[in-house]
């Protein structure tokens, strides 16, 4: 089979989108975690994955929407006032709130990585929920053109061997196949179209949210909530790169002073990694100047020390996650790195400092991420 066109591949992604009404979110939070399932199972020498996991796609659905299940407002009683993301009861973020306010983990720094050490018999459970819902459901929907009768299902994305709504039994036997297997040229495709089909999905699902919640917000004030990075859950992890970086700014090296800031070196708006290994402290004027930008190669190379196992960076990292504590998956974040500078063309304008902007070489971007030892 020919590999498909990149640019096909969002063609046929915003068709499907546009061909179907929607009676929840799990569409769109599906597509998204299969995305980057896809980038963080990219090999150390550059190999696309072939296949990925469906469990691995649920429990990725579980982390898009941990964050948007906190109260959206409170009544004057108090009363904890959430985000409607289904025409029916039940859905997943309902149940994720629902643990949440079960278990006291409703304030913005209550992280999965907090949930996992506190309740994790409780966090399996709800995970397996979550698992066998996004492949019951969304995972043999989600390429289905058009509604009901008349819809088409075409298999452009992935191949699957379960049949639609399989029993929840068997989705945890052992000879269960979750394997989604890509097609040829997805894997790359949707690498290189994530930062234009993000902010795509993104206008869609916050509208489609806004038009069921109009008694308590609008589209203008839902982005930073179920999208935007809440600066607030980052403060604890400040003074610890500080001192990580020996009290310098990780990009200009300057003294970090008041100004000092919580950077994501791959930017959020375009990973959605809040992950520990993803982290900088820097200067304001470094971190205003970057914003969504991917830093130069000569950055790079220094961020993927923090990769090498058992170095004493690793180790400082490792220390850092269990003291705070903060989630670390090192192997995850390199994989995002080595997606993306590995598929991006040469030429494209990488930040290098405030007043200097740097090419993308194809050979050193090889030369910094590849054959790189990462725990």
């Not at 025409?87 to 994720?96: E, K, L, N, Q, V």
């Not at 993000?198 to 589209?219: F, G, S």
Request: charged share 25%; with cysteine; net charge neutral.
């Amino acid at each position: 089979m020919v590999s498909i066109d990149p640019v096909e591949l969002a063609e046929k992604i915003i068709n499907l989108l546009d061909s179907a009404r929607h009676s929840t979110t799990y569409k769109w939070a599906t597509l998204d975690a299969i995305v980057q399932v896809v980038t963080e199972n990219v090999q150390p020498d550059g190999q696309m994955p072939r296949s990925i996991s469906g469990k691995a796609v649920g429990s990725k659905v579980l982390d898009v929407y941990w964050r948007q299940s906190i109260p959206f407002s409170a009544t004057k009683e108090g009363l904890n006032l959430f985000l409607k993301q289904s025409t029916g009861p039940g859905d997943i973020p309902a149940r994720i709130a629902e643990f949440r306010l079960d278990n006291d983990l409703t304030a913005v720094n209550d992280s999965l990585a907090i949930a996992r050490i506190r309740h994790p018999q409780e966090l399996a459970e709800l995970a397996q929920l979550v698992q066998d819902t996004v492949i019951r459901m969304p995972l043999p929907k989600l390429q289905r053109f058009g509604d009901g009768a008349s819809a088409v299902e075409k298999r452009f994305l992935y191949e699957y061997p379960w049949v639609d709504e399989v029993a929840v039994g068997q989705i945890h036997r052992p000879d269960f196949d979750d394997s989604l297997t890509l097609q040829p040229g997805v894997a790359e495709g949707l690498i290189k179209i994530q930062g234009l089909i993000r902010p795509y999905i993104e206008t869609l699902w916050i509208q489609w949210v806004a038009d069921r919640n109009k008694n308590l917000t609008d589209a203008a004030r839902l982005h930073d909530f179920l999208f935007g990075v809440d600066r607030r859950s980052l403060t604890r992890v400040k003074p610890h790169l500080v001192s990580l970086q020996e009290g310098k700014c990780f990009f200009c090296n300057s003294p970090l002073g008041r100004d000092t800031e919580v950077d994501h070196f791959l930017p959020f708006s375009k990973h959605n990694d809040d992950s520990l290994d993803n982290l900088v402290a820097a200067c304001r004027k470094c971190n205003g100047s970057k914003s969504d930008s991917y830093p130069s190669l000569p950055h790079v190379s220094k961020w993927m020390e923090r990769f090498v196992k058992d170095s004493q960076i690793d180790t400082n990292l490792d220390t850092i996650a269990v003291t705070i504590p903060h989630f670390r998956d090192s192997n995850s974040t390199a994989s995002k790195a080595r997606a993306v500078y590995l598929n991006k063309p040469e030429g494209t304008m990488l930040w290098h400092s405030i007043n200097e902007s740097t090419t993308l070489s194809p050979i050193g971007a090889r030369a910094v991420l590849l054959n790189q030892r990462v725990s």
